[in-house]
């Protein structure tokens, strides 16, 4: 054993894999697309290739990173504890319901699961825009217990996304309140408001609310609210086509700081 251990993640869309050593600082990581073990721990290539064995089908290339930039650096940098990059859409719900689990039998389904599957959709849809230069960032905490279910960062600006439930329901947007079918109305883009004033504040940037709803049968805005996009999750695709408003240096800075923790402890 050489106390290296391999972590999974994506960057800009591509597949890698970081080797970390027994403090979490990486010392190596293997771009799958471009077939690349990039050694930041000269003296360790034996160990990091040990450890990355079983993950590779056909030789590679090895050798130091290219130059970084500024937000890889960042990044780098970053102990794995406080990297949001990892985070699943839904993570704060999934670790609540792993702790907590609903009883088998009850009269009504958990509202969590609802809420989960909601932020599952909604993570999905907007992963997907990875490709086309966006950054996503989900479950992201902030003092106080409150989270931004998904924020989004990319050549259209940055978006803090609130997902909701809605599927087979009526959606009527009364500024700031919403209501779903029948429930009562409740003040959610309040909420929405408040926590992309806080991103902002945190990112020192302009951050967008934005409001998602999973599979509703119809969105009625007598009166369109200020300053909120609300969207079904089919239509999310649509963020990809917005104008350029970040260059990809600026955005990939603000994703650095984003996924780190500590830029909203300090909030």
């Avoid at 077939?35 to 721990?41: C, E, K, Q, Y």
């Avoid at 695709?237 to 996924?259: N, Q």
Wanted: glycine share 8%; with cysteine; hydrophobic share 40%.
């Amino acid at each position: 054993m050489n106390g290296l251990r391999v972590v999974p993640a994506r960057q800009q869309g591509h597949e890698r894999l970081y080797v970390c050593g027994p403090d979490g600082m990486n010392v190596a990581w293997y771009d799958r697309d471009t077939g690349r073990v990039n050694l930041i721990a000269t003296d360790r290539e034996a160990d990091v290739l040990d450890a990355l064995k079983p993950f590779l089908t056909a030789p590679v290339a090895v050798g130091p990173p290219p130059v970084p930039t500024p937000a890889e650096l960042a990044r780098l940098a970053l102990h794995p504890d406080d990297d949001l990059a990892p985070n699943r859409p839904g993570e704060a719900l999934l670790v609540a319901l792993d702790r907590d689990p609903a009883p088998a039998h009850r009269l009504r389904p958990d509202p969590r699961r609802r809420a989960l599957a909601a932020e599952q959709a909604t993570g999905e849809a907007l992963d997907r825009l990875e490709g086309a230069g966006w950054h996503v960032l989900h479950s992201v905490p902030l003092p106080g217990g409150d989270r931004i279910h998904h924020l989004l960062i990319g050549p259209g600006g940055l978006f803090a996304v609130h997902a909701l439930y809605a599927r087979r329901q009526r959606v009527l947007v009364a500024d700031p309140m919403v209501t779903l079918g029948r429930h009562d109305p409740e003040p959610v883009l309040r909420r929405l408001r408040a926590d992309a004033d806080r991103a902002s504040y945190a990112l020192t940037a302009e951050v967008h609310p934005l409001l998602a709803l999973l599979d509703p049968t119809d969105i009625r805005t007598p009166t369109p609210p200020r300053g909120i996009r609300i969207l079904p999750t089919t239509d999310l695709p649509t963020l990809a086509h917005l104008g350029a408003v970040l260059k990809p240096t600026d955005a990939e800075a603000l994703h650095a700081m984003a996924r780190d923790r500590g830029t909203w402890t300090r909030l």
